[in-house]
């Protein structure tokens, strides 16, 4: 575990792509959780995970090669092709074919499990996985996010911002609670006033009524945020631009995580907003990402914070999150 931030990574929902980024019979390697994995979609449409490495020679099934390099490899059926000798393997992690044999490998005439196997779930868009360091199955489901459907006309299309951050994620997720920051380190006008603060099961609500400067002056907005564990964020901003916003994070490693930002704006007149506050809403959170991650890249985690009566509820907060840490 890290020094300077010791804590392991969280079981739940995270988001590994979004649902443009794979076509049909397409694969992709994915590096999330600490562990190399693929992610392929069958020819009939389904998105699933698999861990990287062929378990015949340990090659990694998410780099093609011939035709297909600097590519995925390939996808046949409803399953992903090794490059390396050509044994095909299905989202169950089963082998479903090894073309030049005469006699199969017992485990898999058997048909047994060879691969290990993600839960995957894909809604709003985006390509979610289960993380459980112990394999232990889905307790929770993602959140649909109804402004995120594409059938939806009264909302736009997704406009789509990503960082590297070079913390984990309870670091990230704690900025939701902790209304001072804003004026410091964001330069707010003056610090929001959190109307609500709820820890709820697995969901976090929290309410902030926030000055903010736009091309038409100041204005009063609202913004409420909702966490579905510990990888899904949807926040709401409303009172000039309605925007919504899925702020998901993933863990790549104990130390690392990547924050999937995607921007949904509400259509006027039947079209999407452009340029003006609509523009500036967006290009504020994602100036507010790049200020906050100089703070996350090198501050320390502390166990027992030295806090005022004005700090927001750090501790409600570390105790609704450690949920997800799995008991050792
Ligand atoms: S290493 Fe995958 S088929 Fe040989
Ligand atoms: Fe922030």
Known sequence: MSKRIPMPIPFGWFQVAYSHDLGAAQSMPLRYFDTDLVLFRTESGEARVLDAYCPHMGAHLGYGIRDQAGGGSMVVGDSIVCPFHGWAYN??????????????????????????????????????VWYHPQGIEPGFEPETVPEADPENAEWGSLKLHGWDIQTHMQEIG?????????????????????????????????????????????????IANASTGPGQATVRFSGICDTVLMANLTPVDRENSRAFYAFIQKKVDGREPVGGVADAIVKDICRQMS??????????????????DNDGPFAKFRKWYSQFYAAA
């Open 91 to 128: 989202g169950e992690g089963r082998c479903t074919d090894v073309p030049y044999a005469n006699n199969m490998p017992p485990r898999i005439a058997r048909g047994e499990q060879v691969i290990r196997s993600w839960p995957v779930r894909e809604l709003n868009q985006v390509i979610f």
């Open 174 to 222: 704690e900025n939701a609670v902790d209304p001072a920051h804003f004026l410091y380190v964001h330069g707010t006008q003056n610090i929001p006033t959190p109307e609500v603060m709820e820890f709820d099961g697995i969901h976090r609500r929290g309410r902030l009524v926030s000055k903010m400067a736009t091309p038409k002056g100041e204005i009063t907005g609202v």
């Open 291 to 308: 200020e906050d991650q100089i703070i996350w890249a090198h501050k320390k985690y502390f166990d027992k914070p030295m806090l005022c």
